[in-house]
């Protein structure tokens, strides 16, 4: 299975930061790459996919960038609902592999 | 608008079964493939099985091969997931998710817990 590394697991920040959160993959997964931010209790939402488009509804200040095996989310501008948690997957491959997290809270 | 509503979780003890269903709407359910991922307490989003429309193509994690069956009723607009010989560390919520080569589509999820 192709591993999904992400870094930090948690990110202190306030609001009006702007945060970068790295995902890196084991091997090449070319631009197959998605984020995602899940609140406590509440399903992930899909944020953007194949690792830069923006999916739709979701605010311009995040964006993401990278191809192969090394990624970033960025979000420009934290917002008080941007604390959350932030995964990675990989859809490359048939398992599609997500990276362990990383918690971005208030500083 | 999408809705993919999860159900039959709850308690089990070890080495029992417990049947998930997810019923989809607002989209032409048969065209896609579909998705469980789960998350333990407090962990990461862990890729369970995924089925194709025509259920041809079908695959698992490691972890949950030989003891869970993914399976689908395109007329019902319905996927399962059938867990059989159920361990502690298969405690989770289980999400069923629409796969448009990302999950773009996630239900609310479903908690199984598996506890003597």
């Known amino acids: 299975d192709i591993q999904m590394t992400q870094s930090p697991s948690t990110l202190s920040a306030s609001v009006g930061d702007r945060v970068t959160i790295t995902c890196r993959a084991s091997?090449?997964?070319?631009?197959?790459l998605a984020w995602y931010q899940q609140k406590p209790g509440t399903a992930p939402k899909l944020l953007i996919y194949e690792a830069s488009t923006l999916e739709s509804g979701v605010p311009s200040r995040f964006s993401g960038s990278g191809s192969g095996t090394e990624f970033t989310l960025t979000i420009n501008s934290l917002q008080p609902d941007d604390f959350a948690i932030y995964f990675c997957?990989?859809?490359?491959?048939?398992?599609?592999?997500f990276g362990q997290g990383t918690k971005v809270e208030i500083k | 608008e999408v809705q993919l509503v999860e159900s039959g979780g709850g308690l089990v003890k070890p080495g029992g079964s417990l049947r998930l269903s997810c019923a989809a709407s607002?989209?032409?359910?048969?065209?896609?493939?579909m998705n469980w991922v789960r998350q333990a307490p407090g962990k990461g989003l862990e890729w369970v099985s995924s089925?194709?429309?025509?259920?041809?193509?079908?695959y698992y994690a490691d972890s949950v091969r030989g003891r869970f069956t993914i399976s689908r009723d395109n007329a019902q607009n319905s996927l399962f997931l059938q867990m059989n010989s159920l361990r502690a560390e298969d405690t989770a919520v289980y999400y069923c998710?629409?796969?448009?080569?990302?999950?773009?589509?996630w239900g609310q999820g479903t908690l199984v817990t598996v506890s003597s």
């Open positions: 089925i194709h429309p025509s259920p041809r193509y079908i």
């Open positions: 091997q090449s997964v070319s631009n197959w």
């Open positions: 997957q990989q859809y490359s491959a048939i398992s599609r592999t």
């Open positions: 607002g989209f032409t359910f048969s065209s896609y493939t």
């Open positions: 998710a629409r796969q448009d080569g990302d999950f773009d589509y």
